[in-house]
Each structure stands twice: as C-alpha cells, then as structure tokens.
C-alpha cells in the first residue's frame, strides 16, 4: 500500500467519530491503528466507565496549555462529596476545551461544560495513577440545581452500564 491511501484510511478511521486513530511513519514503513472506543451514549455508560464521580466546587483555573493539538484547563477543585469511588480533599485536574480567538473556553466533549471559579459541579473522572486526573464528564450543579443533579448521577450510578464497545465500532483495524 502507499502513503496516499493508508493516510486516507486513517483519515476515514479518525473521522467515523466511534474510534481513535494513530499512524507511525519511519522510512518506508506506515503502521496505522484504530482502536475502537467504548461506549458513551448516556449518563449509565458514562457511570459505568468513570472511575469516580463527585460533586465539586471550582477554587480556580490557573492556565490553559496547548498539546499535541488539543487545549486543556488546569482547574485546582474542592470535593465536597464522593457519588463513585473516594477523591481526596481537593486535588487538580485537567479538562479537554476548546478555545475561541477571543480566548473564550468551551467544552470539547458533548456531555460536560467548562469548569469555572466559584461553581460547583458533578464530575467524572478516570483514575490514572501519577498523572493529572481528566474531567471528561461534568455537569453544573450550583444552588437550587444541586439536589436535581446529584439525584440524577446517584441514579445512573446505580444503573450504571459496564463498559462496552461502541455499537459503530465493529473491530480493531491495524495495516502495516
């Protein structure tokens, strides 16, 4: 195969939105990978992969950095209760977001909202020891909406889905 259609393939794998895809390029060797994704069309799958859930309140955002493509915010957060599995005290964490040419921050993912200083929220995390925890899932949840939202999550949690693939994702896809 040449460069041309195994860069096409990776693109069409990257662009289906139910796998990740990754190509090694040295000499002439191309290796392209696409690993399928689980499984995250409501709140009981995202229960069932999270590794904790909390409710938190944003202390501060200190930056947001660029790398390898994405933009994250770094969010210094203080839980004041665990839904799913034990968070400590307080703890950073990052979060993917997209930023405008104003500097405006956004959510990169569907189901979360950008933390933001002196709000609180319900989060999802994934535990991956000696690095920065992710919150790829968060939900606000000040005032009035607090009890709406924890009701909400504690049942998911209770329902929760365990991992699965993706339905769109039929099979890991490796050409070298």
């Not at 860069?7 to 662009?15: D, K, M, N, R, T």
């Not at 799958?45 to 409710?55: C, E, N, Q, S």
């Not at 770094?74 to 005290?89: F, I, Y």
């Amino acid at each position: 195969m040449n460069r041309t259609l195994l860069i096409s393939l990776a693109g069409a794998v990257v662009l289906s939105g139910s796998a990740a895809a990754y190509g090694v390029f040295s000499d002439d060797t191309v290796t392209v990978s696409a690993v399928c994704v689980p499984a995250m069309e409501n709140d009981r799958d995202r229960a069932g992969l999270a590794g904790a859930i909390a409710v938190v309140t944003v202390d501060r955002t200190t930056k947001v950095t660029a790398r390898d493509g994405y933009h994250e915010s770094l969010s210094h957060v203080r839980v004041t209760e665990n839904l799913k599995g034990t968070l400590p005290a307080s703890l950073d964490m990052t979060q993917n977001v997209q930023v405008a040419p104003d500097g405006a921050l956004s959510s990169a993912e569907d189901y979360s909202t950008v933390l933001r200083p002196g709000h609180q929220y319900v989060i999802g995390i994934f535990h991956t020891p000696g690095k920065i925890p992710d919150a790829w899932l968060s939900t606000p949840a000040d005032g009035p909406a607090l009890d709406t939202v924890r009701a909400h999550w504690k049942d998911a949690i209770a329902h929760q889905n365990p991992p699965r693939s993706n339905a769109k994702c039929t099979s890991d896809v490796i050409v070298k």
